[in-house]
């Protein structure tokens, strides 16, 4: 057996166990990755891609056609509003929900499974039981929306695209479907953030908040003062987490608008180029512009709110 | 009342109303649809805002609809939960293969590169799936893959595998070492070790992540959707009930009954394992 010290053989073995892993992600993320790259640069359609290679033609073309594209602009605005917007309710649900199951009460246990559903249930079930909860037609929320709370007639939810409230005499225009899906993001994801946010509420010592009590805070002050500042990094982390995968989330506004109805998320135009276009080149294209634009916000995001550089082993 | 007394009061209030708004806002949808699942759809369209139904209205044949055979004028659902099984369990197994070795050279082992291993997966989990479909769905296309589901299935594995690994050295990092180092000395090799003795240590972290693997792959739509969309032969559950509902006219009965079959296998799972999942994936936000 050669000299090899003890530690050079961890330094072998680490490696050697490490090595699937990574094979792995080389093959199916990393590579992948580098070729959209390559791919948004050269005019390829679903058609000719068994015989095209790396050395096609390069261009700029693909990103022509998705700048010019109609709806291009409006729907980077789509998606900002839905990804903001989604991850600003789930975190507040989550948060309230946090607070009031904070404290043991009976059926509690019951009650925290139970509000896991919505994030561990199948997407396509959950999105087609709103589906038919909205519907026009046969919706349970329009039937009691006009029998019990005397609106004028049911609400197309998911295919409306704007509709006007007067509010005090005040007309707003709603962008109704948009709206709609926000919620829908609210719904099926605040229980990743009551998770994490109740978890953090537990590990709060007791007795930094008995201290205020006793000193005369009121819950509303211990809650500003001694409980959320101990949230904010856990609050900070979920708003990154969340607004990263909104931005990107495909499934949940496809499945229930198919991204109609002033719906038009940047994911969803992504498959339509390459589903219902066969454009490979223009699909490429428009994943990377999706990339490119979370990446200015999280860049953005990373220079303002950055949490303390918290080192873990 | 001084405005401790009223807050005190009004928060006692509030939570209890909050409680069951909330238990509502979750449950409802689900309760909704194993209500209408078991409902005619003649009965449906006639009082749309009926919340539960009765003894003698209840049937069985939107199921029987649904799980049937084509040939039986079903919707073959049966199959479908086959593929869907299929892929789960092989993603789960063949995931945990590479991930078991994997978190434990990341808890124990001193590699060369093991500190910046993190931000490579931390980068694969936040990487967007949209992002990565167009490629993948042309690479495997050329490979002749995609609609396979092995194809499928190596997708699910790389989707997993931070969050896998990232769960399983979580809980070997509270293992203690000394056991290991004892049998490193009596002789074992490193690979000894980790199957003999550390593994057996972590069977409730590696249930648990067998789980989250499992609801991932079963619950998974967009790269299904993509690679199995042509031959019906492959669909998974998920992907069916899609197809189910944008093709011809379906009773929505029936489309519910296929999300509780969709559903319920996750849910048992869910219950089956809730405290270890929970834990292991919110064991480190407690770290602040």
Same mark, same amino acid.
Not at chain 1, 262 to 286: C, E, K, P
Not at chain 2, 25 to 52: C, I, Q
Not at chain 2, 220 to 238: I, K, M, Q, Y
């Given at each position: 057996m050669?000299?090899?010290?003890?530690?050079q053989?961890?330094?072998r073995?680490?490696l050697?166990?490490i090595?699937?892993?990574?094979?792995?992600?080389?093959a199916?993320?990393?590579l992948p990755?580098?070729w959209?790259?390559i791919l948004?640069?050269?005019?390829?359609?679903?058609?000719?891609?068994?015989?095209?290679?790396?050395?096609?033609r390069?261009?700029?073309?693909n990103?022509?056609?998705?700048f010019?594209?109609p709806?291009?602009?409006?729907?980077?605005?789509?998606?900002?509003?839905?990804?903001i917007?989604?991850?600003?309710l789930?975190?507040?649900i989550?948060?309230?929900a946090?607070?009031?199951?904070r404290?043991?009460f009976r059926?509690?246990g019951?009650?925290?499974?139970?509000?896991?559903l919505?994030y561990v249930?199948p997407?396509?079930a959950?999105?087609?039981?709103w589906?038919?909860?909205?519907s026009?037609?046969?919706?349970?929320?329009n039937?009691?929306?006009v029998r019990?709370?005397?609106w004028?007639r049911p609400?197309a939810?998911?295919?409306?695209?704007?509709?006007?409230?007067?509010?005090?005499?005040?007309?707003i225009?709603?962008?109704?479907?948009l709206?709609t899906v926000?919620?829908?993001?609210?719904?099926?994801?605040?229980?990743f953030?009551?998770?994490?946010?109740?978890?953090r509420l537990?590990?709060i010592?007791?007795?930094l908040?008995?201290?205020?009590?006793?000193?005369?805070?009121t819950?509303?002050?211990?809650?500003?003062?001694i409980v959320?500042?101990?949230?904010?990094?856990?609050?900070a982390l979920?708003?990154?987490l969340?607004f990263?995968m909104?931005f990107?989330?495909f499934?949940d506004?496809f499945?229930?608008?198919?991204?109609?109805a002033?719906t038009?998320?940047a994911?969803?135009?992504?498959?339509?180029?390459?589903?219902?276009?066969f454009?490979?080149?223009?699909?490429s294209a428009?994943?990377?512009v999706?990339a490119?634009?979370?990446i200015?916000?999280?860049?953005?995001?990373?220079?303002?709110f950055?949490?303390?550089p918290?080192?873990q082993? | 009342?001084n405005?401790?007394?009223?807050?005190?009061r009004?928060?006692a209030v509030l939570?209890?109303?909050?409680?069951?708004?909330?238990a509502l806002?979750?449950l409802?949808?689900f309760?909704?649809?194993?209500?209408?699942?078991?409902?005619?759809v003649e009965n449906l369209?006639?009082?749309?805002g009926r919340?539960?139904?009765g003894?003698s209205?209840?049937t069985g044949r939107t199921?029987?609809e649904? #799980? +049937?055979?084509?040939?039986?004028?079903?919707?073959? &659902?049966?199959?479908?939960l086959?593929n869907?099984?299929? %892929? !789960?369990?092989g993603?789960?197994?063949?995931?945990l293969?590479?991930?078991i070795?994997?978190?434990?050279?990341?808890?124990?082992?001193r590699f060369?590169?093991?500190?910046q291993?993190?931000?490579l997966?931390?980068?694969?989990?936040?990487?967007?799936?949209?992002?990565?479909?167009?490629?993948l769905?042309?690479?495997?296309t050329? #490979? +002749?893959l995609?609609?396979s589901?092995p194809?499928l &299935?190596?997708?699910?594995i790389a989707q997993?595998?931070? %969050? !896998?690994?990232?769960?399983?050295?979580?809980?070997l990092?509270s293992v203690?070492?000394s056991?290991?180092?004892?049998?490193?000395?009596?002789?074992?090799?490193r690979?000894?070790?980790m199957?003999?003795?550390?593994?057996?240590?972590?069977?409730p972290a590696i249930?648990?992540?067998?789980?989250?693997?499992?609801?991932?792959?079963?619950n998974?739509?967009?790269?299904?959707l993509?690679f199995?969309?042509?031959d019906?032969?492959?669909?998974?559950?998920s992907?069916g009930?899609?197809?189910?509902a944008?093709?011809i006219?379906?009773?929505?009965?029936?489309?519910?009954?296929?999300?509780?079959v969709?559903?319920v296998?996750?849910v048992i799972?869910?219950?089956?394992a809730?405290?270890?999942?929970?834990?292991?994936?919110?064991?480190g936000?407690?770290?602040?």
């Amino acid at each position: 057996m050669s000299a090899a010290t003890l530690r050079q053989r961890e330094n072998r073995a680490g490696l050697a166990l490490i090595s699937p892993t990574l094979l792995v992600v080389l093959a199916v993320v990393v590579l992948p990755v580098v070729w959209t790259l390559i791919l948004a640069f050269q005019r390829i359609r679903l058609i000719n891609i068994r015989d095209t290679g790396l050395f096609e033609r390069y261009t700029l073309s693909n990103f022509v056609i998705v700048f010019d594209s109609p709806g291009f602009w409006s729907s980077l605005g789509t998606t900002l509003a839905y990804a903001i917007g989604g991850t600003v309710l789930s975190i507040i649900i989550g948060l309230v929900a946090a607070l009031a199951l904070r404290k043991p009460f009976r059926g509690r246990g019951f009650l925290r499974g139970a509000m896991l559903l919505p994030y561990v249930a199948p997407v396509v079930a959950v999105a087609f039981v709103w589906e038919v909860m909205l519907s026009p037609q046969y919706g349970v929320l329009n039937e009691w929306g006009v029998r019990l709370l005397g609106w004028d007639r049911p609400v197309a939810f998911l295919t409306q695209r704007e509709a006007t409230l007067s509010i005090l005499g005040l007309e707003i225009s709603v962008p109704v479907a948009l709206l709609t899906v926000i919620v829908f993001e609210g719904w099926r994801y605040f229980p990743f953030a009551f998770l994490f946010i109740l978890a953090r509420l537990q590990a709060i010592p007791g007795d930094l908040e008995e201290a205020a009590r006793v000193d005369g805070a009121t819950p509303t002050q211990r809650f500003r003062h001694i409980v959320l500042p101990q949230l904010a990094s856990v609050i900070a982390l979920l708003a990154m987490l969340r607004f990263v995968m909104n931005f990107n989330k495909f499934d949940d506004v496809f499945l229930l608008t198919g991204g109609g109805a002033g719906t038009d998320v940047a994911s969803v135009r992504v498959y339509n180029f390459l589903t219902a276009r066969f454009d490979v080149g223009a699909a490429s294209a428009q994943a990377l512009v999706l990339a490119a634009v979370l990446i200015v916000f999280l860049v953005g995001y990373l220079r303002f709110f950055a949490p303390k550089p918290a080192e873990q082993t | 009342m001084n405005r401790d007394a009223f807050e005190t009061r009004l928060f006692a209030v509030l939570r209890w109303v909050v409680i069951v708004v909330l238990a509502l806002v979750t449950l409802f949808p689900f309760y909704y649809m194993v209500l209408l699942s078991v409902r005619p759809v003649e009965n449906l369209l006639a009082d749309p805002g009926r919340l539960w139904v009765g003894l003698s209205e209840w049937t069985g044949r939107t199921y029987q609809e649904v #799980l +049937g055979s084509p040939e039986a004028g079903g919707q073959g &659902m049966l199959d479908l939960l086959t593929n869907s099984a299929l %892929v !789960s369990l092989g993603t789960v197994v063949l995931t945990l293969l590479i991930s078991i070795p994997g978190a434990y050279a990341v808890s124990r082992l001193r590699f060369a590169g093991r500190t910046q291993i993190h931000f490579l997966f931390l980068a694969v989990y936040m990487f967007p799936a949209i992002v990565l479909a167009v490629p993948l769905f042309v690479l495997f296309t050329k #490979l +002749g893959l995609r609609d396979s589901l092995p194809g499928l &299935m190596i997708v699910y594995i790389a989707q997993t595998l931070p %969050v !896998s690994i990232y769960m399983l050295r979580t809980y070997l990092s509270s293992v203690p070492v000394s056991i290991e180092e004892a049998a490193l000395i009596d002789g074992c090799s490193r690979w000894q070790v980790m199957w003999r003795v550390t593994m057996p240590l972590a069977v409730p972290a590696i249930m648990a992540n067998a789980l989250y693997v499992f609801m991932v792959a079963w619950n998974e739509f967009l790269f299904a959707l993509l690679f199995l969309a042509e031959d019906r032969s492959n669909w998974t559950v998920s992907l069916g009930l899609a197809q189910l509902a944008g093709g011809i006219e379906v009773p929505k009965t029936v489309l519910m009954a296929g999300s509780v079959v969709l559903t319920v296998p996750i849910v048992i799972l869910f219950y089956a394992a809730e405290r270890m999942l929970t834990e292991g994936l919110t064991s480190g936000a407690d770290k602040g």
